[in-house]
């Protein structure tokens, strides 16, 4: 069982809808979440970080955070057509040596 | 504002062929680590250096040395490449062991033949 899981997509949106990213992870000594977005050819970037349970945002951006269920998303509102890129999840666990496991990224279009 | 700075850019390499991976960071970060991407696999971890002086082997770490040259410098190795060793490497930095997030280089592209 892979440590980070996310739907590969693609994931097609219409501009100024919300788009709904999706990650699970396998370690319960799981402590940090990451949103990353990554252009084709580009580093990733950082979007999001969360560390509690509960939502938070940041402009457009909203990550959501459930422990209990093992379960983490951003939601990107008013979509816009810069936001498509592929989004990276990634998980730092505590019982690995602080190591950062990284899902292999869902692929979003945002169609004008 | 460098942040994390790779060199090469892209690199082609005939199988057998060795190099080295540049990587350098600007942001007094104690940690530094090396990743590769492919197609399908995501980022996985080669190789990492928790503090100056340390180093540790990551999830994918065979064909592979590094050098934590300074506190600034982190080189990665390719001793005898392998057309399975084809990928997009990024270097990353972080605060420290423990702490915050991931700052990532632009990445080297290489192709080994």
């Known amino acids: 069982q892979k440590e980070v899981e996310q739907n590969s997509g693609p994931l097609s949106v219409p501009e100024g809808a919300i788009a709904s990213l999706n990650c699970t992870y396998s370690?319960?000594?799981?402590?940090?979440f990451f949103w990353y977005r990554q252009y084709s050819g580009k580093s990733p970037e950082l979007i999001m970080s969360i560390y509690s349970n509960g939502d938070k945002e940041d402009g457009r951006f909203t990550a959501q955070l459930n422990k209990a269920s093992q379960y983490v998303s951003l939601l990107i509102r008013d979509s816009q057509p810069s936001d498509s890129a592929t989004y990276l999840c990634?998980?730092?666990?505590?019982?690995?040596?602080?190591?950062?496991?990284f899902g292999t990224g869902t692929s979003l279009t945002v169609i004008p | 504002n460098a942040g994390v700075t790779q060199t090469p850019k892209f690199q082609v390499l005939k199988t057998g062929q060795s190099m080295t991976l540049q990587c350098a960071q600007d942001?007094?970060?104690?940690?530094m680590y090396w990743y590769r991407q492919d197609p399908g696999m995501g980022l996985r971890l080669i190789y990492y250096s928790a503090s100056e002086g340390t180093t540790d082997k990551g999830e994918v770490p065979n064909g592979y040395n590094v050098s934590r040259l300074n506190k600034r410098e982190f080189s990665l190795r390719l001793e005898s490449a392998a057309p399975s060793q084809t990928s997009v490497y990024f270097c990353?930095?972080?605060?420290?062991?423990?702490?915050?997030?991931?700052?990532f280089g632009e990445g080297s592209r290489l192709t080994v033949l």
């Open positions: 990634a998980v730092n666990i505590k019982t690995a040596g602080n190591q950062f496991y």
């Open positions: 942001m007094n970060h104690n940690s």
């Open positions: 370690d319960r000594g799981s402590q940090s």
């Open positions: 990353a930095s972080r605060r420290g062991p423990n702490t915050g997030e991931l700052f």
